[in-house]
């Protein structure tokens, strides 16, 4: 069955620091990609998504791209801020089927 | 987009109860979806809800334990029957809208079960 694997937490980063997030999956088929963030006490938002291989999602100073020989979608922004602090969810999904899930990654970011 | 409201928000429920969350989305959505996050973990899927049939379990979830409804296209409720410390959790709603690959998620309901 499809799975997404991404990096243990929790990551603590200074303000202006650079962030990587690695993830990835495993697929029967040509899955879409995304990024959720969870702020503290709050639900899902969509952060970035890419729905085929060489797509490059980005939201917020935020970036991903869907690499298929790799089967990778790392999260990536240059510059974190303070209000970045959140957990950080990569997911897949093909078509119309539930979202499968990483297990998170916590994000603390101190200035 | 659509967006999706819970209630209630939050609860605390005495063991052996039964706690019944709604779902309402602003728009019609194709699929609805049931999702539970158990303290500092991921979300693990409980069920889709379809609308007009009976809804579609995955492992380790059971009807006579979470039973769902959804009597249409923009409304479900998830019940958590008989409870206990160990349903403790964040549940969460979730419709997949039809606009390509995205699915959009509630605030979730923080249940305690004491």
């Known amino acids: 069955g499809n799975s997404v694997t991404q990096m243990e937490g929790p990551v603590t980063l200074s303000e202006e620091a650079f962030l990587t997030i690695n993830c990835t999956y495993t697929?029967?088929?040509?899955?879409?990609l995304f990024w959720y963030v969870q702020y503290p006490g709050e639900g899902l938002q969509l952060l970035l998504k890419?729905?085929?291989?060489?797509d490059k999602g980005s939201n917020k100073g935020f970036e991903a791209t869907y690499r298929k020989e790799t089967t990778s979608f790392h999260l990536e922004k240059g510059s974190v801020q303070v209000s970045d602090s959140a957990v950080y969810f990569c997911?897949?999904?093909?078509?119309?089927?539930?979202?499968?899930f990483g297990k998170g990654t916590r994000l603390s970011v101190i200035a | 987009s659509a967006v999706i409201s819970q209630k209630p928000s939050r609860d605390i429920c005495q063991r052996g109860t039964s706690l019944t969350i709604q779902c309402q989305v602003d728009?019609?959505?194709?699929?609805m979806f049931w999702y539970r996050q158990q303290p500092g973990q991921s979300l693990t899927l409980i069920a889709t809800?379809?609308?007009?049939?009976?809804?579609?379990?995955e492992s380790g979830f059971v009807i006579d334990k979470f039973p769902i409804s959804r009597p249409n296209l923009t409304f479900s409720t998830l019940t958590v029957s008989n409870m206990s410390p160990e349903d403790s959790s964040i549940y969460l709603c979730?419709?997949?809208?039809?606009?390509?690959?995205?699915?959009?998620f509630g605030p979730g309901t923080r249940l305690t079960v004491t």
């Open positions: 979730s419709a997949y809208s039809g606009t390509p690959y995205e699915q959009y």
């Open positions: 697929a029967t088929g040509y899955p879409s």
């Open positions: 890419a729905t085929k291989a060489d």
């Open positions: 997911a897949l999904s093909e078509g119309n089927t539930p979202l499968v």
């Open positions: 728009s019609q959505v194709t699929m």
């Open positions: 809800a379809n609308q007009g049939s009976e809804a579609t379990y």
